[in-house]
């Protein structure tokens, strides 16, 4: 490999990934200090293959890097993903899609855990427009992105199965008519017989949505510009896409002066452009941050997370 190709892995992602442990519910299951030795051959390999020139830093999130690049003189981005749940069936909705309403696939190795997406502007994300008006353009996205759903994905009700599980045998540590209230939903919200209908985005906030480069030009599929990006696809339903519109951005809604109001707010921009059910979307949110707590509880420094959730719980409650 490459001194090159070496300096294609960010430190901060080194920070990130490093003692990491296995995703066992995934092939090639990996520790995160594994990969990042294997990493820069996985890059030096998949540069060659398909005749890709660096073209720019390269970005990470949690556990992907993210490469500028050109094919045969063409803007691209070469995106190579830790193995874990989250990002196993990402191609396929991404295929699905097509680009309308999201980055567009250009390849995929799902071996290497590796796509080449078309390029996106990773300067604008929608962090830098007002709250609501970013809310509203979400939900035109999830319009967009609306379709039945695929095979091969996990499902809403078994998700619901799961959370249940949890909230029985170990809750968070949260008021208990929270935790009863989050039985009822689990059960409630997976006997729905759409529950598990539409392929749907389950991370889409104001980080994962990014600008075309140019949004003057003509590039058919987008909400004035903007596609989501970094999909975690489930088969489920419009609803439960909401929920993460409202622990993003969280220090705004902290300074809001009535933060009920405000989340509430959130909540009815992006369905009133959805086409979403306010009342379904608030009872996902609650039992989403249920499963939030439950996983917080379980980090060093939790604390502050499950404080969070039961605030966005109270603001959903009615």
Known sequence: MSNTTRDLVP?????????RPADESVRDA??????????????????????????????????????????RGAPAALKVSWPH???AHEHLALRAWDGSGAVRLLAAD?????????????????????????CETVGRLHALLDRPAIARLGTASAWCGRIRERLTTSPPPVPPRVV??????????????GVDARLVHGDLHDANVLRVPDPGTTRAGTVDGWLAID?????????LTVAPLLWN???????????????????????????????RARAWTILRELDNA?????EPGGHDRITQAVAIIKAMRD
């Open 249 to 279: 951005r969280w220090d705004e809604a902290a300074r809001a002066h009535n933060l009920r109001n405000h989340l509430r707010f959130r909540v009815d921009y992006a369905c009133d452009a959805a086409g979403i059910d306010p009342a």
């Open 231 to 239: 999909p975690k696809p489930v088969a489920g339903e419009l609803a």
């Open 294 to 298: 439950w996983w917080a509880a379980r």
């Open 85 to 87: 749940a989250e990002a």
């Open 30 to 71: 990996v520790d995160g200090d594994t990969w990042l030795r294997r990493l820069p051959g996985v890059l030096d390999e998949l540069l060659a293959e398909q005749d890709l020139a660096v073209d720019g830093r390269p970005r990470h999130g949690q556990c992907a890097v993210v490469i500028p690049v050109l094919r």
């Open 110 to 134: 799902p071996a290497r855990w590796a796509l080449l997406l078309e390029r996106l502007d990773p300067e604008r994300d929608l962090g830098r427009e007002p709250v609501l008006d970013a």
């Open 11 to 19: 430190p901060s992602l080194t920070a990130l990934m490093a003692g």
């Open 180 to 193: 009863d209230q989050g039985l009822h939903l689990a059960a409630e919200l997976a006997a729905d017989p």
